[in-house]
């Protein structure tokens, strides 16, 4: 039909056809008032409610079982804690049990860096003179999800040292991949980011 004919154009099948229509009352009715306890508004928020809670539980439930999704989290918070203490005092042991052979390592200055190159600098490292101030890591805001036998790791890693009298404190958020093979879980990537001053 052409949109621009009138409504006297229109032919008498049609007519009779939206007579007909219009006689069947509206197309989606509201109850009448005391039909079911309300205006039709109130009617309508009813049964919205009614809807939106079964969706509501239903997310809640998701979020709960979400959080229950990583199984293997005490033992990688354990794992990530006794490197931090053994990176601590540069512990060569701790470093070889913790990142995998084929390690990936982004280091925050923007640098890659494989075990092998760890495990050099380490064997290669000064001996640390008498008095010279030690960095102590911890990890915060220790973040895991786990996916079978891989894991994500996220934290803020803490570093304080005391030098002359007085306390560093250097932040970085470190983001760890950790594959469990034959039993163990180790790295097979890492990111290293310097936290920005004032955060």
């Known amino acids: 039909m052409n949109p621009a004919l009138s409504h006297t154009q229109v032919d008498g099948p049609v007519r009779a056809s939206l007579r007909g ?85 982004t280091t925050s200055a923007g640098r890659r860096k494989g075990k092998a190159d760890i495990m050099r600098d380490l064997r290669t490292a000064a001996a640390p003179t008498p008095g010279e101030p030690a960095t102590v890591f911890t990890a915060e805001e220790i973040r895991i999800q786990q996916y079978g036998t891989t894991a994500i790791v996220a934290f803020r890693l803490v570093g304080t040292s005391k030098r002359e009298g007085k306390v560093e404190v250097s932040n970085f958020l470190n983001t760890g991949t950790f ?16 936290m920005a001053e004032g955060r």
């Open 21 to 105: 229509l219009r006689s069947q009352g509206p197309l989606f009715p509201f109850p009448k008032k005391g039909a079911h306890g309300g205006t039709p508004s109130q009617v309508f928020i009813k049964i919205m409610k009614a809807t939106l809670s079964p969706l509501i539980v239903l997310l809640m439930f998701c979020s709960v079982l979400h959080a229950q999704t990583a199984p293997d989290a005490a033992e990688l918070t354990a794992l990530l804690r006794s490197f931090l203490d053994g990176a601590s005092r540069n512990d060569a042991a701790m470093h070889d049990r913790f990142w995998a052979d084929d390690l990936i390592y």
């Open 179 to 194: 594959l469990k093979r034959n039993g163990k879980w180790q790295v097979v990537s890492w990111q290293a980011t310097k």
